[in-house]
Structures are given as structure tokens and as C-alpha cells.
């Protein structure tokens, strides 16, 4: 009887108050979407500015840079660049970074060291992601442009100092290290190895080589043949990569007037 009583006077719910209670609802959800695309948005804001900040100051100064945040700026800088001449300018700065700290002995300047730490993940994983950009950056560089000169010739740095070991400062001595890092450089500069990769730098070699006069450094030449034959030897001379090395760098006669002597070469692969 007290249930029955309770139903008589207890007030229904309409159709209106259903209503409410589903607009109150989108409401909350719209306001928590909201507050979530803000969050992001001020992420991405605070890493753009570091991203600035960067390359206004840290990679655009000679001074040797500290390995682990070396590590942190190229990840930012691969984050936010774009494949694009400026951009170019900015991951060169990265490249030259890179490569300088390559030179250092000591353990928290040289890039070696993250190689041989914890980090080592990490820093294969930011020098694997440079080799698989730098083939397309250097085939868009505009090569008849003084301003190109030193950002092909920092890359093309890049890809000769980390495709071999032999080089690096920290390390050169010690016998025991060299292959098992050899063997790391083997790793990382697998994207070179693709078929796009290889026939992009073969191409620049082409349109270095079949100018009259150029303004870029010979080295460079030698640098991307020399770069070249260590991938092939790499992938244990490949049957693609030996057709492609044919197709793309033995049809050229000029090329072979442009590079230095074969011993050199050979020395350097």
C-alpha cells in the first residue's frame, strides 16, 4: 500500500526534463573536448617556442653542446621542420652540431656516448630518422645557389661521419668497440639502402658532377660516393643495389674525373 502511494504522488519525468538532462550532458562533454584541445594547443605552442628557441640559439652557435640535450633539440627540430630550403638550413645546423660533437673526447659533448649508455635507443633512432631525410634534402637543394654550398656540404658530413665509425674521437682507439659500433652504423644508415635513397643521391651526384663549374666542394662528391659504396658493402653488395649503382653512378662518365684517387676511396669505405 505505502509503494502504491508512493507511485500515485511521485512526479514522472517528461519529455523536457529528458531533454535538459541531454543537453546538460553535451554540454559537459563539449567543455571536457574543449579543455583537451586547449591542453594540446598549449603543448604545441610551448614546443614551437622551444623549437625557435633552438635554432635561434643553441644549433646556430659553434660551441660544443652538451650530448643529451644535442639528443632533445634534434628531436624537437625533426618535430616541427619541414622539407623545404629554410628548413634545410635548420636540420644542416643540427647535422653540423652533430658531427662536431663527434670530434669531443669527453663523454658528455661527444654523441658517441649515447651510443654506448642507456640512450642508445634513442640516439639511433634520431640519426636513423636524419639518414632517412637528408637523400630527399640534398636532391631539392637548389646547387647552382651560393647559399646551398655549406648545408649540402654539413649533411653530406653527416652521412660520411656516421655511416663508419673509424672517426669518432671517443672511440678510434679502442679496438674492442669499433666493430660493435660498426656494426650500429651499418644500422642506422640502412635508409640509405633503399632504392628511392640511393637513386636521390646518385642524382645529386649526377647534377654535381655535369656542371661546368660548381659551388659546391669537391669533398662532397667524394663524401656521397664514398657514402654509397659503404652501403653497399653494407647490404653485402645486393643485387638491387648493385643494378641501381650501375643504372645510376657507373653511366656517368663525369663522375669518375671529379673523385679523388681510388686508394683514397677505398681507405675511407
Known amino acids: 500500500m505505502l509503494t502504491d502511494d ?13 531533454i535538459q538532462s541531454g543537453n546538460e550532458h553535451d554540454n559537459v562533454q563539449l567543455v571536457t573536448n574543449l579543455q583537451a584541445i586547449s591542453r594540446g594547443w598549449l603543448l604545441r605552442k610551448r614546443l614551437k617556442e622551444s623549437y625557435e628557441l633552438i635554432i635561434g640559439h643553441n644549433l646556430e652557435t ?20 619541414k622539407d623545404t630550403p629554410d628548413e634545410m638550413q635548420k636540420i644542416s645546423q643540427l647535422c653540423r652540431s652533430l658531427v ?21 635507443k634513442s640516439a639511433s633512432l634520431l640519426i636513423t630518422k636524419l639518414f632517412e631525410r637528408i637523400p630527399f634534402l640534398l636532391s631539392s637543394a637548389d646547387l647552382d645557389k ?4 655549406k648545408p649540402v656540404s654539413a649533411l653530406t658530413s653527416f652521412l660520411l661521419v656516421f655511416s663508419n665509425c673509424n672517426s ?23 635508409p640509405i639502402a633503399t632504392s628511392e635513397n640511393f637513386i636521390l643521391l646518385a642524382g645529386v651526384l649526377n647534377k654535381l658532377v655535369c656542371r661546368n663549374k660548381t659551388l659546391v666542394n669537391l669533398d662532397v662528391v667524394n663524401g656521397l660516393m664514398t657514402v654509397l659504396l659503404r652501403v653497399l658493402k653494407y647490404q653485402s653488395f645486393s643485387t638491387s ?11 656517368c662518365p663525369a663522375l669518375i674525373t671529379h673523385l679523388s684517387s681510388s686508394v683514397k676511396l677505398k681507405k675511407n669505405i
Open 6 to 18: 508512493i507511485q500515485l504522488f511521485s512526479k514522472p519525468t517528461s519529455s523536457h526534463d529528458q
Open 62 to 81: 659553434r660551441a660544443s653542446t652538451n650530448n643529451k640535450q644535442l639528443l632533445k633539440n634534434g628531436f624537437i627540430l625533426l618535430r616541427f621542420a
Open 100 to 120: 662536431l660533437s663527434m670530434e669531443s673526447n669527453q663523454t658528455s659533448v661527444s654523441f658517441v656516448a649515447l651510443f654506448l649508455s642507456t640512450n642508445i
Open 146 to 149: 651560393v647559399a646551398s654550398a
Open 168 to 190: 669518432w674521437t671517443l672511440v678510434k682507439q679502442n679496438e674492442a668497440v669499433l666493430p660493435i659500433l660498426n656494426s650500429l652504423c651499418s644500422k642506422i644508415s640502412s
Open 241 to 251: 643495389l648493385i643494378d641501381n649503382t650501375i643504372r645510376h653512378l657507373l653511366t
